[in-house]
RNA sequence: GGGCGGUUAGCUCAGUUGGUUAGAGCGUCACAUUGACAUUGUGAAGGUCACAAGUUCGAGCCUUGUACCGCCCACCA
């Protein structure tokens, strides 16, 4: 029975919460009031908002409302947008690593789902077959279990590693709620769960039945710290040193060879040498049979291999078919028996012969070595350095060895569409013909380099914790007979009837449950509603780093058992780093773990810390300050949010205002307004995260808070604006809200309820522009922000308090209409108490000036101005400004540039010219009044 | 050995098909602060865009080369 050890309990239904959220019990007596708000009934927002006493209970209410299930969702939605979580292996902990992807991911379905599609974004954990199973079992040898595979056997040590299991999946679904994820839970899937075990028999037989999972006697990967085989990409490679030593087998034998490994060489079976090397060719094709060496006889044919280098080395390589991967390719093209003298326990056996049987392979290297020395066969010895091949998990030396295992086979032909095809052309052609499309796209190269060297796949582990491979097998012969006349197999997805019949002992590599994921997770293989809705994904995002693990796999078996790919497009992150650049790791004791930053600063804050300032396929350097920096604007936001409830009220919030009637700012913060909905929104389509936000965070912060709140406490001063004003707050920021809201779930969850709305921010639409923008408004504010800005800096560089007013004095030019109609602006945002505007207005005696575009202000200082400091000021403007116009000169002057360039940067270079010549001028009538 | 990135302010990074006097956040400095917010406000300083050559009217951006940093693949036996 496979399905024993299949976990199957996922997650208990979350209990409906008993405490009630204080606010709502104020919000419900919030009926439709008229215009003028009643204060008494005003939300109490504290000060500063605080995550944690918000969080938890938002993601209860999600989780109530249903809606992270898109059959939930209100409306009629007809397009699908669905994504699956790449499952978090259940070894342990979430690390930023994750953070990271459920922030990018969360953001991707908020947003689809808010734009009215039918969004299912599902979740799921990995089994993780090596490294759950070796975690758990350095746990119990950590624990005084000496050997538990051993003491426990198969049944009871596979208890303990699904306790495991089960314990960090908790953990883990845990972590995701807290990250705010909208994942639907009632979705919830595991690699290693019985539906999915239906799933992977039945891919095994449809691809057993095809010809594409073969058994066969191979030379694999082989660690023998783990006693498993690994496949290629299990392996890391480590730089050690070694001694290459250079020999001939015996006096008589006429070629010598290299090799860092002596121990091996008692397996040798050829030398291959490169046919067009004259020094051999008359060897080729011989055989110098009984040859003594290190205590057993060795035989030795003369190869020719185009694949052997004539400048490496002696030029010749001796051939060890069953303990070196590439000897074996040789070996297999000559017809080369594969001779074992390395057993799985790492140690010579008895084909190696009697002087070094028994012996690891490392105390074998060192009798080979001295042998060869006593015989005074050794040529040359020296020190290289060398790529030591180690298991990825274990870290266990691997030692390339011929073995009975599963392997799916990436060049056997079928027929697809009447074509010819293979695992490699399907999985290079889903990429090649744009079904799938990967971002950023410079890493289709990596995907190819991979895909195009897709070699056969050992598929089969010789671990406990997995799916078992779904084979059978039964001996055949008459009892009493002949013993073991044959074996019979059976494939298939249950156990097969009859007496007698063994499963094989081996699990699958992990890669395999998880290479199916997109589907298995929808149904397959039943022709399910969810199957037809929501395959092919709309998108996979995942880390870079598990491009050739993950992704091309899912793209090789999908594209062969559905016939269509997993997703059309492929995001890749990059990785988190600490601030120097260094992978977090435990021993550098640099680690940030995602549940203490969200304890800290909210889970907001620490998604935005992954968002912003990260693009696709580059890493992200992450420290604490970055985090605390983003709980500042969260903070920001909810004081925003705090003014306009607690001034403005919440009434008539989201209604879009009407234009007629408001003023200067008012319809530059429409505009503005406008343009930040229209650039986030494309930015979102682009999938440039951190560029929408930062978009979002310049309009929130610099223009709405810094500008707009400070002129709408001075407009609601004057009876005849105080509702265009208010309507304008409301809708603006019910409008930032909503844009937040796929960065921000938590806080903006929460002001929504503060604002008395009825249903949940989560399913509210998201905004949406015309990009239609008031471009003369825009361009007179920003001459209104610049004169006020100007006399700010004017009197911090004389330390002029701020509260204190001043007289200034502004000359205009065309522009003193514009000012005068804004007066009441520059008064109080610059703390002017007498304001002078005219088109014209003569310099006060003792003052300082500044000259802008289009405008000159001067401010009296008596017996404050510093006139040779004034003076190398002026001074210094004058020659930028000179510099700038000889330079603009030169080029407008430059035949060539006005000949070639397009007329419109030439117009505008004209107009850039203009305005400093104007502003040159005013500085020398500034600097000649001084 | 093959390939892919990167090098822009003290730090972390943007910079869209080449076109204003290169931007942001953090940090720094100065000033301020009981009415949304010190998790704040206002203002300022700070850059030969790694280096060299080339293409172009024009280069942070394109080409070639150099240097340094990071990663992926291969594994020379």
């Known amino acids: 029975m496979s399905s024993q050890f299949v976990m199957t309990s996922i997650l208990p239904p979350s209990p409906i919460s008993p405490t009630v959220n204080p606010i709502q019990l104020i919000l419900p007596n919030l009926p439709n009031l008229p215009n003028l708000p009643n204060l008494s009934l005003m939300p109490d927002m504290p000060k500063a908002y605080e995550p944690g006493a918000h969080e938890d209970q938002v993601y209860k209410d999600w989780e109530q409302s249903g809606f992270f299930n898109p059959d939930n969702l209100p409306g009629e939605r007809k397009e699908p947008f669905s994504m ?8 342990g902990t979430l690390h930023m690593g994750h953070a990271t992807m459920l922030a990018i991911q969360d953001l991707m379905v908020r947003f689809e789902r808010m734009r009215g599609k039918k969004a299912l974004w599902i979740p799921g954990t990995d ?34 590693v699904n306790k495991f299991a089960q314990e960090s999946h908790d953990t883990i679904v845990n972590q ?57 990409i299990e392996i890391i490679y480590k730089e050690v040193e070694a001694t290459l030593y250079t020999f001939k087998y015996s006096k008589d034998f006429p070629i010598a060879i290299s090799t860092t490994r002596p121990e091996t060489k008692v397996g040798d079976m050829a030398v291959a040498v490169n046919p067009k090397d004259a020094r051999y060719k008359q060897f080729v094709g011989m055989t110098f049979g009984n040859i003594p060496f290190a205590g057993t006889t060795i035989s030795i044919k003369v190869v020719a291999d185009d694949s052997v280098d004539p400048e490496f080395g002696t030029g010749a390589l001796g051939v060890t078919p069953a303990h070196s991967l590439i000897d074996a390719d040789i070996a297999d093209r000559h017809g080369l028996t594969l001779k074992q003298v390395i057993g799985e326990d790492g140690r010579m056996n008895e084909v190696a012969g009697p002087l070094v049987a028994g012996k690891t392979t490392k105390e074998a290297r060192e009798i080979v070595a001295s042998w060869l020395k006593e015989q005074g066969l050794i040529e040359a010895e020296e020190k290289t350095i060398q790529n030591l091949a180690t298991a990825e998990r274990s870290g266990g030396t691997v030692e390339p060895l011929p073995k009975l295992q599963w392997f799916i086979s990436a060049s056997k ?133 598990i491009l050739t693990f993950w992704v091309v796999r899912m793209v090789s078996m999908t594209t062969y058992l559905l016939g269509e790919v997993p997703f059309k497009e492929v995001y890749l992150h990059g990785l988190v780093r600490d601030e120097q650049g260094r992978k977090m790791s435990k021993s550098l004791g640099n680690i940030i773990n995602p549940l203490d930053m969200i304890a800290k600063y909210g889970a907001d804050a620490t998604r935005l810390s992954l968002v912003i300032g990260s693009t696709a396929g580059n890493d992200v350097k992450l420290s604490e300050e970055k985090v605390a920096g983003l ?25 879009r205002p009407e234009a007629t009637g408001t003023t200067l700012a008012d319809r530059w913060i429409m505009s503005r307004f406008e343009e930040t909905v229209s650039k986030t929104v494309r930015f ?6 951190s560029a929408a936000g930062e978009t979002l965070r310049e309009f929130t912060w610099s223009e709405f808070a810094d500008w707009y709140l400070e002129i709408a406490k001075i407009q609601r001063t004057d009876a005849t604006l ?16 909503r844009l937040w809201h796929p960065f921000m779930p938590f806080v903006t969850e929460t002001i929504w309820k503060e604002m008395g709305e009825k249903g949940m921010l989560i399913i509210e639409p998201y905004p949406t522009s015309s990009g239609a923008r008031d471009e003369e408004a825009e361009a007179q504010f920003e001459t209104v922000r610049s004169v006020i800005t100007s006399i700010r800096a004017m009197r911090a560089d004389y330390k002029v308090e701020p509260a204190k007013e001043i007289v200034a004095v502004i000359s205009a030019g065309a522009q003193a209409e514009l000012l005068e109609a804004n007066a009441s602006l520059i008064r109080r945002l610059a703390r002017v108490g007498e304001l002078t505007i005219a088109a014209d207005a003569a310099k006060p005696e003792g003052s300082m000036s500044a000259v802008g575009t289009g405008f000159t202000i001067h401010i009296p200082l008596a017996g404050l101005v510093d006139m040779a400091k004034e003076r190398t000021r002026i001074e210094g403007e004058i020659a930028s400004a000179r510099k700038y116009i000889d330079g603009t000169e030169a080029k407008l002057t430059n035949k060539e540039f006005v000949g070639k360039a397009p007329e419109k940067v030439v117009a505008e270079m004209r107009a850039k010219l203009a305005e400093a010549q104007l502003k040159l001028s005013a500085l020398e009538v500034q600097l000649k009044a001084l």
Request: glycine content about 8%; some cysteine; overall charge neutral.
């Open 631 to 655: 709980r500042n604007f969260t903070n920001k936001l909810w004081n925003i949010s705090r003014f306009v409830l607690t001034t403005v009220g919440a009434q008539a919030l989201g209604v």
């Open 413 to 545: 032909e079928f027929d697809r569409d009447g074509k010819k095809a293979t695992l490699k052309t399907l999985t290079q052609d889903a990429v090649r013909s744009g079904k799938v499309k990967i971002t950023p796209e410079r890493f289709e190269k990596a995907y190819f380099q991979w895909v195009d060297n897709l070699r056969d796949w050992c598929i089969s582990r010789q671990i406990w914790f997995g799916h078992r491979v779904p084979v059978w097998y039964r001996k055949v012969g008459k009892v009493g007979e002949v013993r073991e006349v044959g074996e019979e197999t059976f494939v298939g997805t249950s156990a097969p009837e009859g007496d007698g019949w063994v499963q094989d002992e081996d699990t699958l590599d992990t890669w395999f449950s998880s290479g199916l994921w997109t589907f298995s997770t929808l149904g397959w293989p039943e022709k399910t509603n969810d199957l037809k809705t929501f395959h092919p994904t709309s998108v996979l995002e995942t880390g870079y780093d």
């Open 176 to 232: 995701c709620k807290k990250m705010g994820s909208s994942l639907d839970w009632s979705r919830e899937a595991y690699t290693l769960d019985a539906e999915r075990n239906h799933t992977v028999n039945v891919a095994f037989k449809k691809m057993y039945d095809d010809g594409l999972i073969y058994r066969g006697y191979r030379v694999i990967n082989w660690d023998p710290l783990g006693q498993t085989t690994i496949s290629d």
């Open 84 to 91: 699956v979580l790449p499952p978090p292996n259940v070894t």
């Open 127 to 160: 089994h993780a077959a090596i490294a759950t199973q070796s975690k758990v079992e350095k746990l119990l040898i950590e624990g005084g279990m000496k050997s538990p595979r051993h003491t426990l056997g198969r049944e009871k040590f596979l208890d303990e």
């Open 684 to 689: 979102l389509e682009n999938k440039d995260y």
């Open 722 to 737: 105080l509702v265009s004003t208010d309507a304008n707050l409301r809708f603006i920021l019910n409008g930032i809200i």
